[in-house]
């Protein structure tokens, strides 16, 4: 079982570059997420869709863009990277809003 | 709003000692409650979550978390502790009814001791 799976694992990028997170799940999931995590500030909801064709701002989007692809794929664009978006990236999906999230893997990304 | 409060950041534990990981919530409404566990670079695995019923919920690996409305509580727990239970714990909750994000917590770390 892949479950959700998010592309790259790391990445170290330049102040300004951009660059796409991909994720997928096969678990015909409605509602995605993108969280990035930070030490001794848990998990903070970057944006999410609720469905296919629908993506909202979560608690910090500044900075990120996303687009919901199609039920299985929810990707998450930096367009001008910046040092303070060096994080861990974790895709998530549940079945609806509110339901038991799963989580991809994480993604580690550096920005110098 | 939502918020959800872990008051502890590390716990430490000594082998087959009980434990307790803390968390309390702020939501109106009934709530949903989660707890997840985070293993080194590693994603969050789901635990175990109240939604109704029973206000003793168990969950994997032999955890268990009870919810208390009136000191609005969701404490995990586990009655012997295993060195291979040290990780990061995140507690998280969400509103029921309608559409509701999921809001954790800042996370505990369990330290179980040999």
């Known amino acids: 079982n892949a479950g959700v799976t998010q592309t790259p694992k790391f990445q170290v990028l330049k102040t300004g570059q951009s660059m796409t997170l991909q994720c997928a799940q096969d678990?015909?999931?409605?509602?995605m997420y993108w969280y990035r995590q930070d030490p001794g500030m848990g998990l903070r909801l970057i944006y999410y869709?609720?469905?296919?064709?629908?993506?909202d701002k979560g608690e910090v989007p500044n900075g990120y863009n996303v687009s919901r692809l199609n039920k299985r794929e929810f990707s998450l664009r930096l367009e001008s990277a910046a040092p303070s978006q060096t994080s861990v990236y974790f895709c998530?999906?549940?079945?609806?809003?509110?339901?038991?999230?799963?989580f991809g893997e994480g993604s580690w990304l550096t920005v110098v | 709003a939502q918020s959800v409060a872990q008051p502890e950041d590390q716990v430490n534990v000594a082998e087959g000692n009980p434990l307790t990981v803390k968390c309390t919530y702020s939501v109106s409404g009934n709530p949903y409650l989660f707890w997840y566990v985070q293993y080194p670079n590693r994603g969050l695995q789901f635990l175990l979550k109240y939604i109704t019923g029973d206000n003793l919920v168990k969950g994997s690996y032999g955890f268990e978390a009870e919810f208390n409305k009136s000191q609005t509580s969701f404490h995990l727990k586990k009655p012997s502790a295993l060195v291979s239970d040290s990780a990061l714990y995140f507690c998280?909750?969400?509103?029921?009814?309608?559409?509701?994000?999921?809001?954790f917590g800042a996370g505990t770390r369990l330290a179980v001791h040999p």
């Open positions: 869709s609720a469905s296919e064709g629908t993506t």
């Open positions: 998280a909750v969400s509103r029921s009814g309608g559409y509701n994000k999921l809001i």
């Open positions: 998530a999906s549940s079945e609806r809003d509110g339901n038991t999230i799963y």
């Open positions: 678990m015909n999931h409605n509602s």
